[in-house]
Each structure stands twice: as C-alpha cells, then as structure tokens.
C-alpha cells in the first residue's frame, strides 16, 4: 500500500470490526484507543478481547492506553474488555476525557507504528484507515497525546465489578 491509497474507505460495522481485528494481530507493541464508550459490537466481543489479550501478551513493552469520554456507559458495553483491564492492570491503562474535551465524539484507534483507524462520530458507519501515511499517523498520534496528557484515571473501569 502506498501513501496515495490512504486513507482507504471501511464500510460498515462487519468491515470495521474485522479491520480492527486485524490491526490488533499486526500491532507488536502500542495500543492507543479514543472511544466514545466501546461500542459492544466493535469492542464487546470475545473475538476482540482474545485479540487485544494475545496482543498485549506477546510482548513485553505491549501496552493499551485506552481514553473514554463515557466511562460508565464504556464498562456495561465492554465486560469483556473491563475484565482483561482488571486482569492486566500493568498492560492497560484507561483514563477519561475531562469535561471540556468531551465534545469529541471521534474515535480512533492508533496502531503502533503506522496504523489509525478512525470513525468521525460513534453512530457512524464508515470509517478510515491510514497504513502508509507517517505524517498522518503522526499527526494523529500527537492529538491523541494532547487529550491523553489532559485527561484524568477511569478508575471506574478497574472498580467496577461487572
């Protein structure tokens, strides 16, 4: 793939579900997540957990940052996702929006070193990828830092006993 197909079109949840898959089995170390509030039927399954789990578990420098804007509304859509986070506490660090960031619905998952799959909105049906575009992953990753370093623990998603 060259930088000319990106950002390729995913249409639909099937397609974007198995593309996040396949980003997971390709990623050898960081995991960064922007989630509205994991969607069940992208983040909900157990195909998904097994994947983020062997991902996690295959390296040791392999970590999740997962950044939420519903933390609540996250952990009763992802039980599965909330008990690999209670069962990898040093793999998978979560955190919540702070409130003026909030108004973001996008969500984006950054496979390193040069994967981002991004929906605008998390009612939508379409999404994009960008695999061989270094400044977009780049530009991508540095947003993703900006509202990490801002946000606050979701100490809800290690808690919670759902």
Known sequence: MSAADDPRLIEGR???RETLLEALLQTPRTIDLLSYALEPA??????????LKRCLLASEQARLRLLLNQVQLAAQNAPRLLDLIQRLPSRIECRSLDEPDRVRL???LIAA?????ERV???ALQARIWR???ASVRIKRQHFEALWVRASA????RSLGL
Not at 113 to 117: F, G, L
Not at 154 to 157: G, H, I
């Open 121 to 123: 909105a998390p009612e």
């Open 106 to 108: 996008e969500e984006r």
């Open 132 to 134: 061989a575009d270094p």
């Open 154 to 157: 979701a100490t809800e998603m």
């Open 14 to 16: 099937a397609a974007l």
């Open 113 to 117: 070193p040069d994967c981002v799959i």
């Open 42 to 51: 992208l983040y909900g399954s157990a195909e998904f957990a097994d994947a």
